[in-house]
T-cell receptor, first 112, second 114 residues
Framework: RKEVEQDPGPFNVPEGATVAFNCTYSNSASQSFFWYRQDCRKEPKLLMS???SGNEDGRFTAQLNRASQYISLLIRDSKLSDSATYLCVVMGYSNSGYALNFGKGTSLLVTP | DAGVIQSPRHEVTEMGQEVTLRCKPISGHDYLFWYRQTMMRGLELLIY????????DSGMPEDRFSAKMPNASFSTLKIQPSEPRDSAVYFCASSLTDSTDTQYFGPGTRLTVL
């Protein structure tokens, strides 16, 4: 079983729609959680960190559920420029040291 | 400020050849990471360094892969000999601290092994 699982999509939504992505992780000792955004043929860039209490940044809201080991990302009022792949990232320490696991990403296409 | 710099941006080589990928992290960042991204496996951590010292290389696929960081401003990832299954985008990233800090990725090197 992969450490971090995401629905690959693609999610095709119209402009202005609300869309939510989920991500599950297998290591209950994981400590830090992030969402990265990756545009086509570009490098990943941090979108936001995910805190236990949940956090919001403009149209984006991230939630963490440690009991169920999942993370979510909600995008409200989606824009054409939101079209990208969203990578769930889970970090923690393991026997081999620093363990960094990326999901394979969820593809979002926002259409006019 | 300059971000993470990688070279070359594209590399096409023939099976059996040696390939060297280069990375210059953001000045002052203590951590440097090498990743590989493919459609099949997504983004995988190969190795990371802290203050130029390799900390975890458990993600390095096999002995054909090696990575060095001779100083704080330069790292290399070498594949010798290269194979077609090594074709991927290789990213270098750096961060100021570790698990709670943002990782800044370079633009990547797109490697094609024929």
């Amino acid at each position: 079983r992969k450490e971090v699982e995401q629905d690959p999509g693609p999610f095709n939504v119209p402009e202005g729609a609300t869309v939510a992505f989920n991500c599950t992780y297998s290591n209950s000792a994981s400590q830090s959680f992030f969402w990265y955004r990756q545009d086509c043929r570009k490098e990943p860039k941090l979108l936001m960190s995910v805190y236990s209490s949940g956090n919001e940044d403009g149209r984006f809201t991230a939630q963490l559920n440690r009991a169920s080991q999942y993370i979510s990302l909600l995008i409200r009022d989606s824009k054409l420029s939101d079209s990208a792949t969203y990578l769930c990232v889970v970090m923690g320490y393991s026997n081999s040291g620093y363990a960094l696991n990326f999901g394979k990403g969820t593809s979002l296409l926002v259409t006019p | 400020d300059a971000g993470v710099i990688q070279s070359p941006r594209h590399e096409v080589t023939e099976m059996g050849q040696e390939v060297t990928l280069r990375c210059k992290p953001i000045s002052g960042h203590d951590y440097l990471f090498w990743y590989r991204q493919t459609m099949m496996r997504g983004l995988e951590l190969l190795i990371y360094f802290n203050n130029n010292v390799p900390i975890d290389d458990s993600g390095m696929p096999e002995d054909r892969f090696s990575a060095k960081m001779p100083n704080a401003s330069f790292s290399t990832l070498k594949i010798q000999p290269s194979e077609p299954r090594d074709s991927a985008v290789y990213f270098c990233a750096s961060s100021l601290t570790d698990s709670t800090d943002t990782q800044y990725f370079g633009p990547g090197t797109r490697l094609t092994v024929l």
